[in-house]
């Protein structure tokens, strides 16, 4: 088994896809790709890991069970998984008819990260505010953020993902940074309301 497995870490998506449709091993392959990201991406959509282990192994389960109608349509093979995992957790949202929650502390964190470990106050200030400029900002806002910043998405997997088109994320992406520069400058001006919420200081993911 070890001498077959070897070579499939050295295949690309779209070989390993094909495979896949018939092969077991291929998908374990795709699926140790793939996982994590997949789990980073519903925790940070839904705020808990139970859930988050619960929705990544459906995932999973579903795609393989649709991997024989995967059809290649230029984008990465990691894009239709992220669609997936959209929708469950979409739905996921609509059973427990919860607003979408994003552990934005951890956002930011995993966005800023490769600066100088230690920070002046005047910079943890403005990560603050930066915290709650976006804690304010509607849901498909903070999702579009998360998968830029966090997950390092193009515009184009974004929008598979949000069902939208390229264009249409580059506008939204657009609109987003002027809405974060608004309220920014909105919490700036009033200091003694620039607090986020506890919950946002409590849970904090451990790596």
Do not use: C
């Not at 070897?6 to 295949?11: C, F, I, Q, S, T």
């Not at 139970?50 to 393989?64: G, K, Q, S």
């Amino acid at each position: 088994m070890s001498e077959e497995y070897r070579p499939l870490a050295d295949l690309d998506d779209s070989a390993l896809v094909n495979l896949a449709r018939s092969d077991q091993d291929a998908f374990g392959e795709l699926y140790a790709r793939y996982v994590k990201r997949i789990y980073n991406y519903v925790y940070y959509r839904t705020g808990n890991h139970h859930d988050a282990e619960d929705l990544t192994a459906r995932v999973f389960h579903r795609a393989l069970q649709h991997i024989g109608k995967y059809e290649d349509r230029g984008l990465p093979f990691s894009a239709w998984l992220y669609r997936i995992a959209h929708n469950l957790v979409v739905n996921w949202h609509r059973d427990r008819k919860r607003r979408k929650v994003v552990p934005l502390d951890d956002l930011i964190v995993f966005a800023v990260r490769g600066d100088a470990p230690e920070k002046s106050a005047e910079r943890r200030e403005e990560e603050e505010h930066l915290l709650l400029a976006i804690h304010n900002l509607p849901e498909d806002r903070q999702q579009l953020l998360l998968l830029k910043f966090v997950e390092r998405l193009s515009n184009a997997e974004i929008g598979q993902i949000m069902g939208r088109t390229e264009g249409a994320i580059k506008s939204l992406y657009h609109r987003t940074l002027i809405a974060l520069r608004s309220e920014i400058t909105q919490i700036q001006q009033s200091p003694g309301s620039a607090k986020l919420p506890s919950r946002r200081r409590s849970r904090r993911r451990k790596q």
